[in-house]
T-cell receptor, first 109, second 116 residues
Framework: AQRVTQPEKLLSVFKGAPVELKCNYS??????LFWYVQYSRQRLQLLLR??SRESIKGFTADLNKGETSFHLKKPFAQEEDSAMYYC???????????FGSGTQLTVLP | DAGVIQSPRHEVTEMGQEVTLRCKPI?????LFWYRQTMMRGLELLIY????????DSGMPEDRFSAKMPNASFSTLKIQPSEPRDSAVYFC??????????????FGSGTRLTVV
């Protein structure tokens, strides 16, 4: 069974501070990992895919297969980063995204 | 492309009434998913279709929930009868088949359902 765990429901940081949103996963094969972001009352948007190894809006995420983690990081948080962040995975023939429970990030001025 | 289109954006209904949520996926996408979002449980997959055929409905909470996809451009999620605990935001998403740069899900704006 595939499972995604985001241990923090709420996270607050000050503007300019580093931020790390934790994500751990459980999957027997080789999953694809994603981060989705949802700004207030808007649709979910894809932020990052692990296979593209890119940086979007200053965010990066590295897949650590040894620790089965895919933490999202940004060195200097901005107020506009305040949103709900979901870690998700998909793998095998299942085709569906399995989401973590989400972390609400608030960046304080 | 206008993206995944859901209607209505908001629905308020009385307990016991039938509710129908609608979704138009992106043209050419082979997969369509229905998710439910609540504060307590986050995002839960209810059901998904591949080429209009329901593949996995194990996430549908009860027999009161049903979903159909009569053609490639339209899907419905119906709740009959509705209950207050069904209040949530329901998202529809679609994705194309296979890998590549276009791989990935596109979500609709969601339908915020309130059952009073």
């Amino acid at each position: 069974a595939q499972r995604v765990t985001q241990p923090e429901k709420l996270l607050s940081v000050f503007k300019g501070a580093p931020v790390e949103l934790k994500c751990n996963y459980s999957y027997s094969g080789s999953p694809e990992l994603f981060w989705y972001v949802q700004y207030s009352r808007q649709r979910l948007q894809l932020l990052l895919r692990h296979i593209s190894r890119e940086s979007i809006k200053g965010f990066t995420a590295d897949l650590n297969k040894g620790e089965t983690s895919f933490h999202l990081k940004k060195p200097f948080a901005q107020e506009e980063d305040s949103a709900m962040y979901y870690c998700a995975l998909t793998g095998g023939s299942a085709r569906q995204l399995t989401f973590g429970s989400g972390t609400q990030l608030t960046v304080l001025p | 492309d206008a993206g995944v289109i859901q209607s209505p954006r908001h629905e308020v209904t009385e307990m016991g009434q039938e509710v129908t949520l609608r979704c138009k996926p992106i043209s050419g996408h082979d997969y369509l998913f229905w998710y439910r979002q609540t504060m307590m449980r986050g995002l839960e997959l209810l059901i998904y279709f591949n080429n209009n055929v329901p593949i996995d409905d194990s996430g549908m909470p009860e027999d009161r929930f049903s979903a159909k996809m009569p053609n490639a451009s339209f899907s419905t999620l119906k709740i009959q009868p509705s209950e207050p605990r069904d209040s949530a935001v329901y998202f529809c998403a679609s994705r194309p088949h296979g890998q590549g740069k276009s791989y990935g899900y596109t979500f609709g704006s969601g339908t915020r359902l309130t059952v009073v």
